[in-house]
């Protein structure tokens, strides 16, 4: 089945850097993988979603990359705010039938002012 | 905007006894998800259900647990005898074109 890694586990940085967290795939089937932003106590808020017919996708700060071929994806933070601080959680799947996804392990982003 | 609710917000319980966890996903949904998060740890799928019947379950999902939809509103997720290390969060999901869209959660404690 799919699995996927994360990285870094914690990110720390100051307000207006930018943020980058990775994620690798195992199943070269996967062709869905979603970003979710989890604020203490909440449940995980879709922020931000690729498919693996492009390469990558903007929506304001938030950027999202995919390498199919290494069968990695990246999410990209640029001018960071306090308010960017949370965990965020990368996952995959075959979005056939609408399966299930399949978390990565989550990465703390503490912005700093 | 249109939202996943979920109640209890939480829930404590003896081990050994029934709980059910409530959703009303959106509404215009017709795909259901319930996942869970151990503390500290990653979200994990425990069942997806479609059309009145499971699509797919995990390990997790053993006899113990069961999910209804019995009004075409409600989704439920059912603990038969809860054990400590049903101890999460479970998360209720709903989606329709493939995103799918979590609602706050709900906090099992089996003491």
């Known amino acids: 089945g799919e699995n996927v890694e994360q990285h870094p586990s914690t990110l720390s940085v100051q307000e207006g850097d930018s943020a980058v967290i990775k994620c690798t795939y195992s199943?070269?089937?996967?062709?869905?993988f979603p970003w979710y932003k989890q604020e203490l106590g909440k449940g995980p808020q879709l922020i931000i979603d690729?498919?693996?017919?492009?390469g990558e996708k903007k929506d304001q700060r938030i950027a999202v990359t995919l390498n199919k071929t290494a069968k990695h994806f990246s999410l990209h933070i640029t001018e960071t705010q306090p308010e960017d601080s949370a965990v965020y959680f990368c996952?995959?799947?075959?979005?056939?039938?609408?399966?299930?996804?399949?978390f990565g392990t989550g990465t703390r982003l503490l912005v700093s002012p | 905007e249109p939202e996943v609710t979920q109640t209890p917000s939480h829930q404590v319980t003896q081990m050994g006894q029934e709980v059910i966890l409530r959703c009303v996903p959106i509404?215009?949904?017709?795909?259901f998800y319930w996942y869970r998060q151990i503390l500290g740890q990653k979200v994990e799928f425990l069942v997806s259900?479609?059309?009145?019947?499971?699509?797919?379950k995990s390990e997790i999902f053993d006899d113990q647990f069961s999910v209804e939809r019995p009004d075409g509103s409600n989704f439920t997720l059912k603990i038969r005898s809860t054990k400590l290390e049903d101890s999460a969060m479970y998360f209720c999901?709903?989606?329709?074109?493939?995103?799918?869209?979590f609602g706050p959660g709900t906090r099992l404690t089996v003491l």
């Open positions: 999901a709903s989606s329709e074109a493939g995103e799918q869209f």
């Open positions: 199943d070269s089937a996967s062709n869905y």
């Open positions: 690729i498919r693996s017919n492009v």
């Open positions: 996952a995959a799947t075959l979005n056939t039938g609408f399966q299930k996804l399949v």
């Open positions: 509404s215009n949904h017709l795909y």
């Open positions: 259900f479609y059309n009145n019947e499971i699509s797919e």
